[in-house]
């Protein structure tokens, strides 16, 4: 077995660094630019941030949990490195392209991984008009906020909202309210992964809004746009005994 150049990255706890220095002393280090693969340590948000660095690139990401949650982790082992990225499985995943006008005329782009959010930003319920390819959808929408997530992020902030959970290779998006006033019983749209999304705020003076893709943040914004982008993509790679689907369904019938 071929042994493949390795590059390891690590957040900055002090578990993460310690665990990412032993790894090195044992495998060796390789330029993250030329290494085969890169080993991520950390939680869910150093995986994000390492796929945004890593998009496009063709290098795939092997992640060991040293965070909280670690749903997009693999269990962290020392040992046997070499051979569990040789079984390990791939999965490709595609960002969403967040384009926001702020209350000044400033467009703003950003990537998401996970999600694009929108936030009341004071006390005041935010009011929003949703359009999905051209079409209203929904005048006028009173909530704390909303959110546009992917099937690797369906299991993130949205499953928190009581969003639904899509499997990895499903070809489709969430949309799901957070805390919605009226409608009251509106509970979110599953959306075809080629939708293009609009949502307008509503009374922006007087109800403010914040517009976040994973961990860009634009205050003060008046329109969002969303769409995923299929030309820009990142790998993960996955122990073959606890693939994304696995921990779908393992999610799904958690009780």
């Known amino acids: 077995m071929a042994k493949p150049s390795i590059c390891f990255i690590a957040n900055s706890t002090d578990i993460a ?3 990412c220095a032993a ?3 044992r495998y060796g280090q390789n330029d993250r630019d030329k290494a085969d693969i890169i080993v991520a340590l950390g939680g869910d948000g150093f995986m994000l941030q ?3 660095d890593f998009m496009n690139s063709g290098t795939p990401v092997f992640g060991m949990n040293k965070g909280t949650v ?3 982790m693999n269990e962290y082992r020392e040992d046997d490195l070499y051979q569990r990225l040789d079984l390990a499985l791939k999965a490709t995943i595609h960002p969403l392209q967040m384009v926001a006008i702020d ?3 400033k467009r703003h782009e950003s990537m998401a991984f996970n999600e694009v959010s929108l936030f009341r930003q004071s006390h005041q319920a935010a009011k929003l008009r949703i359009e999905i ?3 209203e959808r929904m005048a006028m929408l009173s909530c704390d906020g909303i959110m546009v997530a992917t099937p690797q992020g369906s299991t993130a902030y949205n499953l928190s909202a009581h969003g639904p959970i899509l499997p990895l290779k499903s070809p489709l998006l969430a949309l799901t309210p ?3 006033f009226r409608p009251r019983n509106w509970r979110g749209a599953l959306l075809p992964n080629t939708a293009q999304v609009r949502i307008t705020v509503l009374e922006a003076d007087k109800r403010p ?3 976040v893709a994973d961990n860009t943040e634009i205050k003060s914004a008046v329109e969002v746009f969303i769409h995923e982008d299929r030309d820009v993509s990142g790998i993960l790679l996955f122990d073959p005994e606890h693939t994304w689907d696995e921990r779908i369904l393992d999610e799904q019938f958690r009780y």
């Open 23 to 25: 790894l090195i002393k």
């Open 133 to 135: 390819d051209g079409n």
């Open 103 to 105: 209350e000044d005329g």
């Open 50 to 52: 390492t796929q945004l």
């Open 70 to 72: 670690g749903f997009l």
């Open 17 to 19: 660094k310690k665990s």
């Open 209 to 211: 809004v914040n517009a």
């Open 178 to 180: 957070v805390s919605a």
